[in-house]
């Protein structure tokens, strides 16, 4: 197996994930918006995009969660999508949201305001403007749902939510816009979520 991989921050769900299956994939690293868009490397993915997983038989696999759920299937352990019906539907339940809420609003901030993507979308600097506006009311809407105090996004036992909501706190971190301070349960998951190992994936 081997990971096409870049700075990225769909490609950092996935480095998190595999970290914390602690498993070992080799790496392709490949420079954003210029090994991506090489005619090379569209014959791996027409779309252009990282991450991709190619298994040992060639098959290749992209789309950050299609890859995450390959591994969660083939590497059990530790359970990372939950283990019964119950509660794999909670955590996608919150992996989702998270995805909808937060990573979607830094997402398309990100794609709407960094010269990169400008000839990927049509930027359109006054969406980018209101989606930086939107985020603190995303995560406040977070610090509420985590006012009952659990240690993590989907409950008390570390999963793929979580490993969502790491992927939005590094590209807050990359763009600055961080968590707001009133957020103390937030705040709290955070500085948790920075000392495990996998936040350096
Ligand atoms: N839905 C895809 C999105 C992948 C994607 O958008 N990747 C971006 C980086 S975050 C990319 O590879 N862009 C390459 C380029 O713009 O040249 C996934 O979850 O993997």
């Not at 398309?108 to 930086?132: C, G, N, T, Y």
């Amino acid at each position: 197996m081997k990971l096409y991989n870049a700075n990225s921050g769909n490609t950092k769900r996935v480095r998190i994930f595999i970290a914390e299956k602690g498993i070992d994939i080799p790496r392709v690293d490949l420079e954003l918006g210029v090994d991506t868009r090489a005619p090379q490397f569209l014959k791996i993915n027409p779309l252009g995009e990282v991450p991709v997983l190619e298994l040992d038989d060639g098959q290749i696999i992209t789309e950050s969660l299609a890859v995450c759920r390959y591994l969660e299937a083939a590497f059990p352990e530790p359970s990372l999508m939950g283990r019964d019906p119950a509660e794999q539907g909670h955590i996608e339940m919150w992996s989702q949201r998270i995805y909808g809420q937060l990573f979607m609003t830094y997402g398309l901030l990100v794609r709407h305001s960094i010269p990169l993507f400008a000839e990927v979308v049509d930027q359109i600097p006054a969406f980018a403007e209101s989606l930086k506006a939107a985020i603190p009311g995303k995560w406040s809407w977070l610090e509420t749902e985590m006012a009952d105090g659990r240690a993590f996004i989907a409950g008390n036992t570390f999963s793929m939510a979580d490993v969502q909501a790491m992927t939005v706190l590094w590209i807050a971190d990359a763009l600055k816009l961080p968590i707001p301070a009133h957020c103390h349960h937030a705040t709290r998951w955070a500085a948790a979520m920075r000392s495990r190992p996998s936040w350096n994936a």
